[in-house]
């Protein structure tokens, strides 16, 4: 039995072999997962039971409103996004496409407390796949890392063992994002310290690494601690998404989906280009 | 191995086993959370101990195995620490169920204490380990909700006739 444990651990440490079991017991796991995210989703339903009618007319309405204010920032957004696609093929640049979305619940269970991860209610039969973006209406939450059959399970941003290639939004300055483990908490390892970032400013997704599409805010800088003894300054944000609340997720469906290798990869895979972004940044 | 002896009351082991599991995953305030007992563990040394001829190294190794798709740590971990735990229950079984109630207490603590110990190494070795001296607040968690786990459990053994 240990000798088989050890063998397992270092098989699906080192290579994605047993992905295929995990996800076939996550069947298993599933009844009883949702078993215990019932006392949750009944509380929530009696909730939504209870609002009053006027309650729910009040909040049709504003609904409503801001319905009407994001139709008419689109309106604008629309005619922008036309206008970059002809400058871009002016400028024979490739094109960026709009990402296509679905729409996945969490499953209100508990793992690991020491890791940030989360079940989600969508697997392989929904087309989800190891690797996969996640986001909420603010921002990105995580990604895919085991993608069970009926659910799957997500690393968030703030995992310790995640990093997010990002770009400060106000100049461009690509960096890495860590996870600290904490909770919305996240930090910048490898910017020096006249580094050209300011508090409060807006990190979005730069695209590199390929994992995850362009754009997309990720945190907001609210701490920054300069010390001139140390060759990098101390960065921390907040993540955008709202990582312990959301109830609905999104997931990004990739135009191509990326040729995923394994689950831990990415910790390979981003702090390797976080090391030549560390030399970009001199740039 | 006779076979009406054998079903008896497997569907018992089972459901405890299941029940421990969603214990361990209702959703808590982070507040509480790291307080949760190893619920899964003690239901495994319990069984381990009352039955020591059913449930053993295998079924342990099994129930850690599916706590680890569950938590989403790397496959092996609780089941080696799980499949050690019963090891030692197995070997133990006839020493522990003679002590008094307080005295299995410190033994549960011990045993416990050792599963998070080899979890520790294990996600230390995969440069993972959570660097927090709460991590071995189930432990005593444990030990404290184990008097309890064994009246229930003994209870329900004794009223389904498990054997």
Redesign the interface.
């Known amino acids: 039995?240990?000798v088989?444990?050890?063998?397992?651990?270092t098989?699906?440490?080192r290579s994605n072999m047993?992905n295929g079991?995990?996800s076939l017991?996550?069947l298993?796991?599933y009844p009883?997962?949702t078993?215990?995210?019932t006392?949750?989703n009944m509380g929530l339903w009696f909730n939504e039971q209870m609002n009053s009618h006027q309650s729910l007319i009040a909040e049709n309405e504003s609904h409503r409103t801001e319905n009407l204010l994001l139709k008419a920032q689109l309106q604008k957004f629309t005619s922008l996004q036309a206008e970059n696609i002809r400058l871009r093929s002016l400028l024979k640049s490739s094109r960026k496409l709009s990402d296509q979305m679905l729409i996945a619940e969490t499953i209100?269970?508990?793992?690991?407390?020491?890791?940030r991860?989360i079940v989600i209610n969508k697997g392989q039969l929904n087309g989800v796949y190891a690797g996969q973006p996640i986001l909420d209406s603010h921002g990105i939450m995580g990604q895919i890392?085991?993608p069970g059959i009926p659910s799957s399970?997500a690393?968030l941003i703030t995992d310790?063992?995640h990093a997010i290639p990002v770009q400060v939004n106000r100049n461009g300055l690509r960096t890495v994002l860590y996870g600290t483990?904490a909770?919305n908490l996240l930090e910048v390892q490898n910017l020096p310290n006249n580094a050209d970032i300011e508090l409060g400013d807006l990190l979005i997704t730069s695209g590199l690494g390929g994992r995850f599409p362009e754009g997309y805010p990720v945190a907001i800088v609210m701490n920054i601690k300069r010390d001139p003894g140390q060759p990098f300054a101390q960065i921390i944000a907040e993540a955008s998404a709202h990582l312990e609340q959301s109830r609905e997720v999104l997931l990004v469906i990739a135009k191509v989906k990326p040729e995923v290798e394994h689950g831990t990869t990415k910790q390979n895979a981003e702090p390797a280009n976080k090391k030549s972004e560390g030399l970009n940044n001199h740039e | 191995m006779s076979n009406r002896l054998d079903s008896h009351g497997g569907i018992v082991i089972w459901a405890s086993f299941a029940m421990a599991f969603i214990l361990s995953m209702i959703p808590m305030s982070e507040a509480i959370e790291i307080y949760r007992p190893q619920w899964v563990t003690l239901i495994l040394i319990y069984w381990c101990l009352a039955l020591p001829h059913r449930v053993g190294i295998f079924t342990g190794w099994f129930i850690g195995f599916l706590l680890d798709i569950h938590m989403g740590s790397i496959l092996g971990q609780h089941a080696l620490a799980l499949a050690t735990i019963a090891y030692l229950s197995y070997r133990l079984h006839i020493r522990i169920r003679l002590y008094p109630l307080v005295q299995q207490s410190l033994i549960i603590l011990l045993l416990v204490t050792l599963s998070q110990m080899m979890l520790l190494w294990i996600s230390g070795i995969i440069n993972q380990a959570p660097g927090d001296w709460s991590y071995w607040l189930p432990s005593l968690t444990s030990m404290l909700v184990w008097p309890w786990v064994f009246y229930l459990m003994r209870g329900i053994r004794r009223i389904y006739g498990v054997n």
Do not use: C, E, W
């Not at chain 1, 088989?4 to 651990?9: G, P």
């Not at chain 1, 209100?108 to 890791?115: F, G, I, M, N, T």
């Open positions: 039995m240990m088989l444990s050890i063998i397992m651990m098989a699906d440490h047993l079991v995990r017991f996550s298993v796991i009883l997962q078993i215990a995210s006392p949750n209100a269970v508990d793992l690991d407390p020491y890791k991860q890392i085991h399970t690393i310790p063992s483990g909770a």
